[in-house]
């Protein structure tokens, strides 16, 4: 059974940087497509980078600005999310599925973390 926990959520200004990870346990970790999504307040759940082995896929709305990455011996994955906005408020969620992330950063999602806040305010 796959279990993810996020951490790294938090309150930051217009143009700040944080950095989330989803710690994962379960089975073998490294053929596992990772993946980040959000949901912005009144909006729905949207899909913001996913990462299998060396592809990456990102939201246009990220791009440039948020870098995808996993660590296999520490079964962990990054979201380092500079120049952050306002719009990039949200819950921040890890999801996992076997496999390669079929569907770009919108793939279906076998596991799912607990989410972590994100608020980008003045």
């Known amino acids: 059974q796959v279990q993810l926990v996020e951490s790294g959520g938090g309150s930051v200004p217009p143009g700040g940087s944080l950095r989330l990870s989803c710690a994962a346990s379960?089975?073998?970790?490294?053929?596992?497509?990772m993946g980040w999504f959000r949901q912005s307040p009144g909006k729905e759940r949207e899909g913001v980078a996913a990462?299998?082995?060396?592809?990456?896929h990102y939201a246009d709305s990220v791009k440039g600005r948020f870098t995808i990455s996993k660590d296999n011996a520490r079964k962990t994955a990054y979201l380092q999310m500079n120049d952050l906005k306002p719009e990039d408020t949200g819950v921040y969620y890890c999801?996992?599925?076997?496999?390669?992330?079929?569907?770009?950063?919108?793939?279906?999602?076998?596991?799912w973390g607990q989410g972590t806040q994100v608020t980008v305010s003045s």
């Open positions: 999801a996992s599925q076997d496999g390669s992330c079929a569907g770009g950063v919108s793939f279906e999602g076998q596991h």
């Open positions: 379960g089975p073998p970790y490294k053929y596992q497509c």
């Open positions: 990462m299998w082995a060396s592809t990456t």
